[in-house]
């Protein structure tokens, strides 16, 4: 599972003294992009949610081989316009301000997910004040997410901060009967229900929205609607080789596509999860209560997607023969070991009970999947221990 590559830079940083470390593995990304282009039909749209990654590399790598970025924030929108210019930004989630929407407008956003009758009267007036057209997806919150209950996060079918149930989609598609059609066009609708889906599990959650919303934008005068799937594709940290079926996934949206709409995805975590590496140095081990415990260099607060997510990051072990103390070396193994950080809390956990033939203090570690909601959702001054080093191969 560690390529070659990454294991020579572990050495070398370690040798440079500048772990821990962040190495996206770019040339990766762009194949694995490439490959989830290449499995979907012609006319579906991909975007990719900056929030999973916004490194700037990894977007611009992304750039190539997707049609736009989704972004949830205007710093999100702000910043991933300066870094790919001239793509096109989906601007989504919850919360948008009137200035953000000024400027989202000003800036030439391809696409408003609007997720309440109140924003979409406040993007009707910054795109009054700015003399230009807002083209708007409603966010949907359909009465059923298909069969979305396995998912790993849930946002849809039921009440939630997100998005709209049918009361409030008419209320604003009468709202837009009343406003300005110069500012904003009706496009269609947006669904983002759940995280961590299978491909027949998103399948039938697309099949719930287009037969709800197909409906709607016939019955509301949208012609050519667009059909915005939303992300969610599972990412399987116990079974880091186990990738989304993406074929499987690219087969059933050709059966579902209808000529004359568009449908679009906007996936994250799928995408960027396989291409990221945080790697380490073994600080310490020791026994204790029975137990066998390592520690790291770093933590949590740069890698919180286990401590967030309840899982076990993966992860290699990159043994280092040297030592240069004169006295015996902390090691344990064959057996179980729990991998933590050097944070003061008990969460601060990596992996817990792993099973490895030998860890060592000197020796690095390697987590895998650490490419998306990895260092963006991390809570880097606690403690003020020094930053991870970050490197692109
Ligand atoms: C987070 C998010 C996504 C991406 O979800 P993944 O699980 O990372 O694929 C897509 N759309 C919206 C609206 C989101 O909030």
Redesign the pocket.
Known sequence: MLADSVRDLALRLDAADALPAYVYDLAALAAHAAAIRAALPRPVEFYY?V??NPDARVLRTLAGHTDGL?V?SGGERAFAMTAVPGCRVAF??PGKTSAELARAVEAGTHRF?VESPHELRMLASAASAAGRTADVLL?VNPASAGSGQSAA?V?GGRPSP?GMDAALLDACADELAWLDPGCLRLRGL?A?MA??LGADDLLACARGLLGFGRDWCARRGVREPEF?L????AVDYRRPDSVFDWARYGRGLAELACPGETLRI??????TAYCGWYLSRVLDVKRNHGEEFAVIAGGTHHLRTPAAKGHDQPFAIIAVPSWSHDWTRPSAGPGLITICGQLCTPRDILASRASVSRLCAGDLVAFGLAG??AWNISHHSFLMHPGPTFHYL
Do not use: D, I, Q
């Not at 939303?230 to 594709?233: K, L, V």
């Open positions: 949610a929030k999973a989704e949830s989504g989630g997910h966010r996060l946002m997100f947006h983002h995280s961590g915005n939303g992300g969610g594709m906007e996936p994250g975590r799928a995408v998306a909601y």
